[in-house]
């Protein structure tokens, strides 16, 4: 298979990497956070760059990957908020 046609699996899709990130800004708050993030996205979209994407199709899945770092926060919320319930 020819290299234009091989296409890398999709950040937001790469469950560890987004179990990672989220658990590190779950430790994080305020400017730190916002920091780490921004550095992570510009490391992710260079790599994606890199791969031979544009620029506009890495800046999306970038997108898709922040989205996917949010719902992975609010899962664990929602697993943490949840009572135990004993007999």
Request: aromatic share 0%.
């Given at each position: 298979m020819s290299p234009e046609k091989v296409r890398a699996f999709p950040i937001d899709r790469q469950v560890f990497l987004v179990r990672e990130v989220a658990a590190k800004l779950d430790n994080l708050h305020g400017e730190t956070a916002t920091s780490f993030w921004k550095a992570k996205a510009a490391e992710l979209l260079d790599l994606?760059?890199?791969?031979?994407?544009?620029?506009?199709?890495?800046?999306e899945e970038v997108r898709r990957f922040f989205l996917a770092v949010q719902r992975e926060l609010v899962a664990d919320v929602v697993v943490q908020a949840t009572p135990i319930l004993s007999a």
């Open positions: 994606i760059v890199r791969s031979g994407r544009d620029r506009a199709a890495a800046n």
